[in-house]
């Protein structure tokens, strides 16, 4: 208020809007490097966590800080409260991102019978070793000590080097590098291009609002226009001469 005023020194360049840089283009995996990389894990211990990020498009850090408390089975709906941020390889708990970022997330019946899994083997884990810490996280060590985000990051690009999987042709090739968080973007890509109206990919995204949705995948848009103008047309001219 004081620098509204004037009645403090106020630096004139602070009022200037810089141009908006174009957007990176978003690295992703198709469904069907998706669906490998979720075969090769299949036998992991954190195999929920990845089908998770890969059903729901949760960050990192919602992922790290989530808890049973957090899960209705009953509804088989998900709300992410109290995200595991990093800085500094210092982790913190800290409030959603933006107020859209608490929401809440129906999950499919293979990614909710996946958690009752984990939530069995964390159970039988429990019994026999001598906790360390004792939290209401979903995703932890077998002694019960919460997991240090980065190390996500890593053993995600540890199995996706790993995966071998066959393109059209049976080729078998090897996954294309991404980042866990493109994993995300794989998801919305993935949600929009099946047709997903756009404002319920954001809501699940979490994302402040549905023009952030469609500015950072624009790149889907333009299939989606000419799956649109065939639909509609087919729904309008079926029948007719």
Not at 20 to 25: C, L, Y
């Amino acid at each position: 208020d004081a620098a509204r005023w004037g009645y403090v020194p106020h630096n004139r360049a602070d009022d200037v809007d810089p141009p908006h840089g174009t957007s990176p283009e978003r690295q992703v995996w198709s469904p069907q490097q998706l669906r490998a990389f979720l075969t090769h894990v299949r036998d992991d211990r954190l195999y929920a966590l990845w089908l998770l990020v890969a059903t729901t498009g949760m960050r990192r850090a919602e992922l790290a800080g989530l808890r049973w408390s957090d899960i209705d089975f009953g509804r088989a709906r998900l709300t992410p409260r109290l995200p595991r941020v990093v800085v500094n390889y210092q982790v913190h708990e800290s409030d959603t991102k933006t107020p859209s970022g608490r929401r809440s997330l129906a999950l499919d019946p293979a990614t909710l019978q996946a958690l009752r899994e984990h939530r069995r083997r964390q159970a039988e884990e429990r019994s026999v070793i001598e906790l360390a810490d004792t939290n209401d996280l979903v995703f932890t060590w077998p002694d019960g000590r919460p997991l240090h985000p980065d190390l996500i990051t890593d053993w995600f690009q540890r199995h996706a080097k790993r995966v071998v999987w066959e393109r059209a042709g049976r080729t078998k090739v090897g996954l294309s590098p991404i980042r866990l968080h493109d994993v995300r973007h794989s998801y919305a890509t993935a949600a929009l291009a099946a047709g997903i109206p756009a404002k319920i990919v954001s809501e699940r995204l979490g994302h402040a609002n549905v023009q952030i949705t469609l500015d950072t995948y624009s790149h889907v848009i333009p299939g989606l226009d000419e799956q649109a103008a065939a639909t509609v047309a087919r729904l309008i001219l079926e029948g007719s001469e």
